[in-house]
């Protein structure tokens, strides 16, 4: 099967640099792009527990305040024929400090400057293009903000853009873990035991103010499994979504589904089966499911809305999905928990948003959610396979209380700063070394983009 995913991508490749050569000539070039972005955050002093997890137990560690940078590069190339290559350089994105010694997110050896893209397109035709080699992928019904299932994930391999009048469809072939790495066993390195991913996603543009979509798949996984380090994570994945507006009423959702084995493989890092220190961070026992609707109606210059979802049996949404506190645990430094950590979630936060000014804007959020906690002890248990294991899941919530806000002032076209704070009150599932002591953070945040 494998032989044959590859052989068939290696003959579109072939076949779409050969419909370039009739394509209709373009200017060449090479154009460049970024963004940058500088933080500074504090935290009080129940923000941080003993563990050095993000939760608002004991204050071992005492307030903190910290400041990080980062500088990106999109580097577009583009030929005459109208194919092109694009590669996205990132520049340090770490906390600030001595600029020598200070390590790189990827580690000592990679230097403070790396490339997380690297891919080259080729148009078949007006209807047909294929992208080939490291990319990220969003998938969903809010481009401009962060989706609830499949958002900005970084992969490889081969994805097509099929557009067809107002519907547009994304097969993918993509290589999870290539077995030709150090972080594999001899056995996966000398047989080729691929972590291989392939599906299909696609959007459909029902009017002007409505668009409908979805995305089904399935990962294989050769990979050589090692028991108590490593299982195979192997199996279905799915979502359905919907955004659109109708005069003043708004509307966004989305449910998604994972296999038993990959619940968590949208928010976690591969697995590896080769360092027996690791455990395997993704799965569970059983078919994991979640989803959120979030109506909101506009008010002349107020949005108000109620950001309503759920996750269950394991499920992972994107851990960018969420609001100050309470999920966006990728972006804001602040956020004390991803959505779904820990137990079966069930959230309600009303969001009101009110344009100040043509370039101030002021965001609000009341969120409660509800947690059943796992009560898993070992990766086998409920819940994301080795996650929690043999600490009793002592960092999970009961329920938790957000009151926060986000202030965004617009200080000229493509710079914008965003004041953010948040105060959560937490009550913990259990009485392990823990004070339900409630946490407060801010956040101040500065983005360019030219």
């Not at 050896?109 to 990220?136: C, H, N, Q």
């Amino acid at each position: 099967m494998k032989k044959v995913l590859v052989a068939g991508a290696a003959l579109m490749l072939v076949s779409g640099i050969a419909s370039t050569a009739s394509a209709a000539a373009v200017e060449p070039g090479v154009k460049i792009t970024g963004d940058a972005r500088v933080r500074l955050w504090y935290m009080s002093d129940e923000y941080k527990d003993g563990y050095g997890n993000k939760s608002p137990n004991v204050g071992h560690y005492g307030s903190q305040t910290n400041m990080d940078s980062r500088v990106r590069l999109n580097v577009t190339g583009t030929a005459a024929g109208g194919a092109y290559a694009k590669a996205r350089i990132r520049m340090y994105e770490s906390l600030m400090g001595d600029n020598d010694t200070d390590p790189s997110p990827l580690g000592s050896k990679s230097g403070d400057i790396w490339v997380d893209m690297a891919y080259v397109g080729i148009p078949f035709s007006d209807m047909f293009t294929l992208e080939v080699g490291k990319y990220r992928s969003t998938y969903g019904p809010q481009p401009t903000t962060y989706n609830f299932f499949y958002d900005d994930v970084h992969l490889t391999g081969f994805r097509g853009i099929v557009k067809v009048d107002n519907v547009e469809i994304n097969p993918f072939v993509e290589w999870m873990e290539e077995a030709q790495s150090d972080d594999v066993s001899p056995q996966d390195k000398n047989e080729d035991n691929d972590e291989i991913r392939f599906g299909v996603h696609a959007k459909a543009k029902l009017n002007k103010d409505w668009t409908i979509g979805g995305m089904v798949g399935y990962q294989t996984d050769e990979r050589v499994e090692t028991l108590g380090v490593f299982e195979a994570n192997e199996g279905f994945f799915g979502s359905i979504y919907a955004a659109g507006k109708s005069g003043q009423f708004g509307f966004y959702g989305e449910l998604a589904v994972t296999g038993s084995d990959i619940n968590g493989f949208n928010s976690w890092y591969d697995d590896s089966n080769l360092d027996i220190t690791k455990v395997d961070n993704i799965g569970s026992d059983d078919t994991g499911f979640g989803g959120y609707i979030f109506p909101n109606y506009q008010i002349d210059k107020l949005n108000i809305g109620l950001n309503i979802g759920f996750t269950q049996d394991g499920f992972q949404p994107d851990t960018a999905f969420g609001f100050v506190m309470l999920g966006s645990k990728d972006n804001s430094k602040i956020s004390n928990y991803s959505i779904g950590a820990g137990g079966d979630w069930l959230w309600a936060g009303l969001v009101a948003s009110y344009q100040i000014k043509e370039d101030l804007k002021l965001t609000g959020n009341i969120v409660y959610a509800d947690i059943d906690a796992w009560s898993g002890t070992n990766p086998l248990g409920e819940g994301p396979k080795g996650a929690w294991a043999g600490t009793n899941n002592r960092e999970a919530l009961d329920s938790a209380w957000e009151l926060s806000a986000i202030l965004q002032y617009t200080i000229s076209k493509g710079a914008d700063v965003y004041f953010s704070a948040g105060y959560l009150i937490p009550d913990f599932a259990y009485d392990y070394m823990q004070e339900d002591d409630a946490a407060f953070a801010a956040m101040s945040r500065f983005e360019l983009k030219f």
